[in-house]
């Protein structure tokens, strides 16, 4: 018997869009196959081809395609199928006055590297979104290989087939000081909205889409670049420009902002006070400007506005967490928080965003556990809420299991002070436990109800000097803390 061996078309896969206008989206795939058939039900009607991407991406063979389909109905959603494959549908951007969900994430990497990435982009794919923004580290493949670009843009097609991904670059993905990987991996799988060069972005992967800007109903997003030399400074007066249009034009009712590095955080990596003083400026003279997104810092933080401006980090998409080790505080801008800082939390999880003709809703939905947790927060759950009416933020107190500062920490005289958050009305108990776990001394906490409290510890007096863990434990759920005594 005889086999008969042929070379089987490449199947397309990294399948991915962008709306580049009100009737204009561009897609982006990897494979042989170049056939695009869309229309506004799934007898389709429309073909677009495939070519060549003009800055083609080298994480792999390819062939890479783009291809741009224009003249769309507004406001409409269009059916297609590539190469034959499934149904699925896109959309170019929302109409003003047109409510939609989006999804942001950050920092979030492949599933070849990390166990979060992916239970995280089924959680996207969940909430249906009309698009996600990417606050940059899309990959990691300067850490973990160049295959982890393609696996990102597979890992993500749970949802990106069905909503636009507009991405924002991170340090990574230029790979600053390491020649893996580079921007021509991300620039060339994209085609962006209004796409700008700004001064001092690598060579090898110029030009253009260093950022970009579009409306989305009524909210103008811009994004903001890396921290080329002279990037940061040239965008100031683009986006300033931007946002004095904005503010004339009556059918925008926000801005939004969004970058990698943060303008404040009190994580590992600190806020940039330069990327701070050009968004508290923009802030205090744009009034629609509400909401800052940005990753980074490997964690969760909201602050209180700042000129009007609420700056989310949300680092939390499938990387590591970034707590500071070593010390009793995780956070390396201190404990407790600054000022500033309104919430802050370590675990994985993505920010769905609701935005409607008043009001931005956001609501911080939880991924898997993971070893740097500092609060518990069953996955699904929400790990943080709050809403943007203009320039007014309100925010339910948290609902979740939360050990704060301890202070003093080292504890002498046996007594500190406690900040907790319960996750609910349940009865609440504290355990000291030994380093190998064993609990040596018992409270518990009366102070009822969901919410931020603070209590007054007295441990006994003769327990050993040393390292103790402090556990928290509600309806089933436990978080540790760390805590020192003194003789
Ligand atoms: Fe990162």
């Known amino acids: 018997m005889v086999a008969l061996l042929a070379t089987p078309a490449l199947a397309a896969d990294e399948i991915h869009w962008t709306m580049i206008g009100p009737t204009a989206v561009s897609f982006d795939w990897r494979g042989t196959g170049r056939t695009l058939r869309y229309g506004l039900t799934k007898s389709y009607g429309l073909t677009a081809t495939g070519g060549a991407p003009s800055i083609l991406p080298f994480s792999s063979a390819g062939p890479f395609q783009e291809a741009k389909l224009t003249g769309l109905q507004a406001g409409a959603t269009y059916h297609y199928s590539l190469d034959g494959g499934p149904d699925h549908t896109f959309h170019a951007l929302p109409v003003p006055g047109t409510s939609f969900t989006v999804f942001a994430e950050g920092d979030i990497g492949s599933s070849l590297s990390y166990r979060a990435m992916a239970p995280i982009q089924a959680r996207v794919a969940d909430g249906r979104p009309s698009f996600v923004l990417a606050m940059g580290d899309l990959s990691y493949a300067d850490y973990n290989g160049l295959a982890c670009v393609d696996q990102h843009f597979n890992d993500v097609m749970t949802w990106s087939q069905d909503a636009a991904y507009m991405p924002i670059w991170g340090n990574h993905d230029w790979a600053d000081g390491d020649t893996t990987d580079d921007l021509r991996d991300y620039k060339g799988r994209f085609d962006l909205p209004n796409p700008q060069t700004s001064p001092g972005s690598p060579s090898v992967s110029c030009c253009g889409e260093d950022w970009y800007w579009f409306d989305a109903g009524s909210v103008r997003f811009i994004a903001y670049p890396e921290l080329f030399p002279g990037a940061w400074a040239a965008w100031k007066k683009s986006a300033t420009t931007l946002m004095d249009q904005a503010q004339a034009d009556p059918a925008l009712r926000f801005i939004v902002t969004f970058g990698h590095r943060p303008a404040y955080s009190s994580g590992i990596h600190a806020g940039s006070p330069s990327l701070r003083a050009i968004l508290d400026t923009l802030g205090a003279h744009h009034d629609k400007y509400v909401l800052n997104l940005n990753g980074h810092s490997h964690d969760y933080e909201r602050t209180t506005p700042q000129f009007g401006v609420t700056h989310v980090t949300i680092g939390i ?34 920010l769905r965003l609701q935005f409607e003709a008043e009001s931005i809703r956001g609501d911080v939905l939880c991924g898997p556990a993971a070893t740097y947790d500092d609060v518990t927060c069953p996955e699904g759950t929400v790990l943080d809420q709050f809403t943007l009416n203009g320039h007014k933020l309100s925010s339910p107190p948290p609902s979740v299991l939360a050990l704060g500062h301890v202070r003093p920490n080292p504890v002498e005289d046996s007594t500190f002070m406690l900040e907790y958050t319960l996750a609910d009305a349940g009865e609440a108990r504290l355990e000291l436990l030994d380093v190998a776990g064993r609990s040596v001394h018992r409270i518990a906490l009366n102070a009822g109800g969901a919410g931020r409290h603070e209590a007054q510890v007295s441990t006994t007096r003769g327990l050993r000097p040393g390292i103790y863990w402090l556990r928290l434990t509600q309806s089933g759920h436990e978080v540790r803390g760390r805590v020192v005594l003194l003789p």
């Open 317 to 350: 998409g499938g990387s590591t967490l970034e707590p500071s080790l070593g010390g009793p505080c995780a956070w390396a801008g201190g404990c407790p928080p600054p000022a500033w800082s309104a919430f802050r939390a370590y675990h994985h999880g993505v």
